[in-house]
Structures are given as structure tokens and as C-alpha cells.
């Protein structure tokens, strides 16, 4: 599994805990994930 599937699939992870703050943590996650993706990361 390439490694910005990894991220995308722990922000996903993070940012559905009902936890409070892991919410923007998760969505900020799910960004650097898409940014490993567009720009190729593995």
C-alpha cells in the first residue's frame, strides 16, 4: 500500500474519534495525505 494511502486512511481514522480536537487534526491529516498523492509520494 503506497504511503499516502496510509496517511489518507489514518486521518479518516483520527477525524471520525469522538474525541475533541481530533477532528482538525484528522482534516489536517486528510490534507498532508492529498498532498503526498499529488505530488507523487509514495
Do not use: E, H, Q
Not at 23 to 28: K, S, W
Amino acid at each position: 500500500m503506497r504511503t499516502s494511502t496510509l496517511v489518507l486512511l489514518a486521518g479518516v481514522a483520527i477525524f471520525a474519534l469522538p474525541i475533541p480536537g481530533t477532528f482538525i487534526l484528522g482534516a489536517l491529516i486528510l490534507v498532508v495525505g492529498a498532498g503526498l498523492r499529488v505530488l507523487g509520494g509514495n
